[in-house]
């Protein structure tokens, strides 16, 4: 298939770089991925901390004003991230947050939400990735939220992971052109690289034909003083000496 050596070092070099290419994309892309995903659970992860204040602040003023921006923060996260966000007190009961506060997420299990809430609780931020019952992906954040050092209540925010996940799909074309543009480059410096190996060694097979011939005249040019420019010097040497026998 491959009959001259250009074809063949072209060849093995090109498919070694594709190799490469393809394995720093996969390291690349998943890189690139967690960042973007570590970086929208920041933000929602701040997002309930807002939720949080603003619901210890409700709970201890019962300020009208303050109802008012916490539903209007509540419907920008819900419209934003697709999410249900749930608010509890000290005792695991549930705080109507909104007029249509949720309950439980739907598809989302008694045991899972009642997990969740004894360890946020218990002081703890949560962040994680799970699947509701139905199979299907979901993140939650959750943070407590505090009157001092006393843990007032809880509120966790539940999405879909698709809507995280949409944050990076902006990078995947800036992505996909970058590694087109430097596999085009590492082509190109194959082919030339190929060639300087190869060229020197084609002259010295067509001019060892016309030594067959009888014609010691031939020279290969080179200015490479590497082995192949060596030994395309020695071979010179030899039509040098042939030539004058």
Known sequence: MFRSLFAKLFSVFLAVLLATMALLAMLLYQRVRNDKIDAELDKLTDQADEIALLVASYSVLNDPEMYEYMQWRLLDVKERYQAVVIAIDSNAKYVPIDENHDIIPEGYTREQTSALVFR????????????DEKGAPIFTVGVPYLM???VLGAVFIHTSAQVIENSYQDVVPWLLGSLLF???????????????????????????ERFARGDFSGRVETASRDEIGKLAGSFNQMAKDLGRL
């Open 120 to 131: 946020i609780l218990s002081g703890e931020r949560i962040r994680e990735r799970s699947q």
């Open 148 to 150: 001092g050092s006393t």
């Open 182 to 208: 430097a596999l085009a480059l590492g082509a190109a410096a194959i082919y030339v690289l190929s060639r300087w190996v190869t060229n020197p060694l084609r002259g010295m097979a067509r001019a060892a």
